[in-house]
T-cell receptor
Framework: QQQVKQSPQSLIVQKGGIPIINCAYE??????FPWYQQFPGKGPALLIA?????SEKKEGRFTISFNKSAKQFSLHIMDSQPGDSATYFC????????????FGSGTRLSIRP | KAGVTQTPRYLIKTRGQQVTLSCSPI?????VSWYQQTPGQGLQFLFE???????NKGNFPGRFSGRQFSNSRSEMNVSTLELGDSALYLC????????????FGSGTRLTVV
């Protein structure tokens, strides 16, 4: 119940394409869903986050879509660039233990020039 | 402003030894969390410290412990090291442990031989 399931494990997309990464959760107590981006040799960096009262959120080329009834959410990267090549993690947390972030297993994204 | 600083960056220890890792949070941040990252288990929450008190704890054995000092700097200690403790240990800081986003350090790569 504490898990966040993420797919795919890896993804290769041509430059300009729209990679989509999907996540699903079981615990309805989760009320905050961030996405993190991690480059080799660095720690994860917060990219964008959403709360379940919103179905979509955009920040620049990054969009989160959220389906509360299905308990699923996804990250879309518009006009992807080689510099977006990184590992992406979806995550979830709940108000009662806000600091305890439950991470998905990660998606290694490669954008081909 | 300076980011989250973790020292050392790399560490090699022998099974059975103990190790102490250090984390200096962003100035003004009072919450420090620790995560373990491995290829098999992904990113897992260890514990969070706020104002020198452990506020949240993950599901790790008692060999993993931590503390926080009055200047918010934190240390993590692992005793009786096992081969399976080989991992990237990440520290993250935030203002108050809430939802405003955590800033991660680049981690300490621990190898147990």
């Amino acid at each position: 119940q504490q898990q966040v399931k993420q797919s795919p494990q890896s993804l290769i997309v041509q430059k300009g394409g729209i990679p989509i990464i999907n996540c699903a959760y079981e615990n309805t107590a989760f009320d905050y869903f961030p996405w993190y981006q991690q480059f080799p040799g660095k720690g994860p960096a917060l990219l964008i986050a959403i709360r379940p009262d919103v179905s979509e959120k955009k920040e620049g080329r990054f969009t989160i879509s959220f389906n509360k009834s299905a308990k699923q959410f996804s990250l879309h990267i518009m006009d992807s660039q080689p510099g977006d090549s990184a590992t992406y993690f979806c995550a979830a947390s709940m108000e009662s233990s806000a600091s305890k972030i439950i991470f998905g297993s990660g998606t290694r994204l490669s954008i081909r020039p | 402003k300076a980011g989250v600083t973790q020292t050392p960056r790399y560490l090699i220890k022998t099974r059975g030894q103990q190790v102490t890792l250090s984390c200096s949070p962003i100035s003004g941040h009072r919450s420090v969390s620790w995560y373990q990252q491995t290829p098999g288990q992904g990113l897992q929450f260890l514990f969070e410290y706020f104002s020198e008190t452990q506020r949240n704890k993950g599901n790790f054995p008692g060999r993993f412990s931590g503390r926080q000092f009055s200047n918010s700097r934190s240390e993590m200690n692992v005793s009786t090291l096992e081969l399976g403790d080989s991992a990237l240990y990440l520290c993250a800081s935030s203002l108050d442990g809430g939802r405003d986003g955590y800033t991660f350090g680049s981690g300490t790569r621990l190898t147990v031989v």
